[in-house]
């Protein structure tokens, strides 16, 4: 049983899910948030828990060892789920450095405090603890259409800084549970979407465009196929392997699907169609735009979930239509997080970077 968990990058889209899931699933389990509170976290994802008193929250950086230390052996953490990561391809590119330092040097930094105050220190036996690494299947590289779906055992070949620095944090990990005995398991999953995501990524940055009658840029042909996850099923997938998962364990997680880019911004435009969005009648598809594609993009990515399903017995619970239509939903009827969000951030000059990443004026 988990007792008190620290999440890093709670704050974020994915970790902020994860602990409203922990609370709907386990009120009495204590979480602890770990964030620094960068472009793509907020308070603002947090709000209205529904165990409040089971939570806390501290602005803080995974690069601080001390700090972490302090934290696992105050609050008697028994568990680490290590979200807290640079994520956007694209701002890789133009700057990988902070990548290197909070994926790789941060990971290295948690596993150190885990090792010193779990380990060394014996506050826990290895049989009471667990360091879960959630990860990405941009890891593996790039997929021929040919090609079988990714499996937890095939080789690593990134092709961006980020997937880079994934992967070498992935490598931390496993060297850490093989060298230390420290235990561990790894989630490799496919894209996220759903609520609170920061829209500088494909779904909500479609989605939000196209409510506003904005151009919907979409990288080269759009024939670039992806995984999609519903960000629910993720935390329910990473909840059962932190429960159940074997230590030093990988498990791949993945929504089941396989459709273009493309595809996937006719969707929503067919959803915002069908709710009345709009009003002039007019089809949301008018709203694309092919753009120059970036460098380096890779052309397919797809997942073999079929260890996860036997081992552990997991399958995502939300099909693709189903889940696109609950994230436009969402969208629509949180305006006070997104009017929040957009003060926070400063959205506007990120609508601006962002469209010059993309190669518009």
């Given at each position: 049983m988990i007792n008190t968990v620290l999440v890093t990058g709670g704050a974020g889209f994915i970790g902020s899910n994860f602990i409203r899931y922990i609370q709907n699933q386990s009120p009495k389990t204590r979480v602890i948030n770990l964030d620094l509170l960068t472009y793509a976290g907020s308070l603002e994802n947090l709000k209205?828990?529904?165990?409040q008193e089971y939570y806390t929250f501290i602005n803080g950086d995974i690069c601080d060892q001390d700090l972490v230390e302090s934290i696992l052996r105050d609050s008697k953490v028994d568990a680490i789920v290590h979200f807290a990561a640079e994520t956007h391809v694209d701002r890789s590119l133009e700057g990988p450095g902070a990548?290197?330092?909070?994926?790789?040097?941060?990971?290295y930094t948690l596993l150190e405090a885990a090792r010193k105050v779990w380990l060394t220190e014996g506050k826990f036996d290895n049989t009471q603890v667990r360091f879960h690494h959630v990860s990405t299947d941009e890891v593996f590289g790039t997929?021929?259409?040919?090609?079988?779906a990714f499996e937890e055992t095939t080789p690593y070949a990134p092709n961006s800084p980020y997937a880079a620095s994934k992967a070498s944090s992935d490598h931390l990990v496993r060297a850490y549970g093989h060298s230390f005995g420290l235990p561990f398991t790894i989630?490799?999953?496919s894209n996220n979407y759903g609520p609170y995501q920061f829209p500088e990524k494909l779904i909500?940055?479609?989605?939000?465009?196209?409510?506003?009658?904005?151009?919907?840029?979409?990288?080269?042909?759009?024939?670039?196929?992806?995984?999609?996850?519903?960000?629910?099923d993720h935390c329910d997938a990473i909840w059962t392997i932190l429960q159940n998962g074997r230590d030093g364990e990988s498990y791949n997680i993945g929504g089941g699907n396989q459709p273009t880019n493309i595809e996937i911004v006719e969707t929503i435009c067919s959803i915002l169609d069908e709710e009345g969005v709009g009003d002039d009648g007019q089809p949301h598809s008018r709203l694309i735009e092919y753009v120059k594609d970036r460098p380096g993009?890779?052309?397919?990515?797809?997942?073999?979930?079929?260890?996860?399903?036997?081992?552990?017995?997991?399958?995502?619970?939300?099909n693709?239509?189903?889940?696109?239509?609950?994230t436009v939903e969402w969208y629509l009827d949180n305006n006070a997080w997104l009017d929040a969000i957009i003060k926070e951030k400063d959205f506007q000059k990120w609508v601006k970077v962002n469209y010059q990443r993309r190669g518009q004026a």
């Open positions: 209205g828990l529904p165990a990548f290197i330092q909070t994926n790789i040097v941060g990971t997929l021929a259409p040919e090609d079988p989630s490799n999953c909500p940055l479609m989605i939000l465009n196209a409510i506003n009658e904005k151009g919907l840029p979409i990288y080269g042909d759009g024939k670039q196929i992806r995984d999609w996850l519903y960000v629910e993009h890779d052309r397919r990515y797809a997942m073999n979930i079929s260890k996860i399903d036997a081992e552990l017995g997991w399958q995502p619970r939300h693709l239509k189903e889940g696109l239509r609950n």
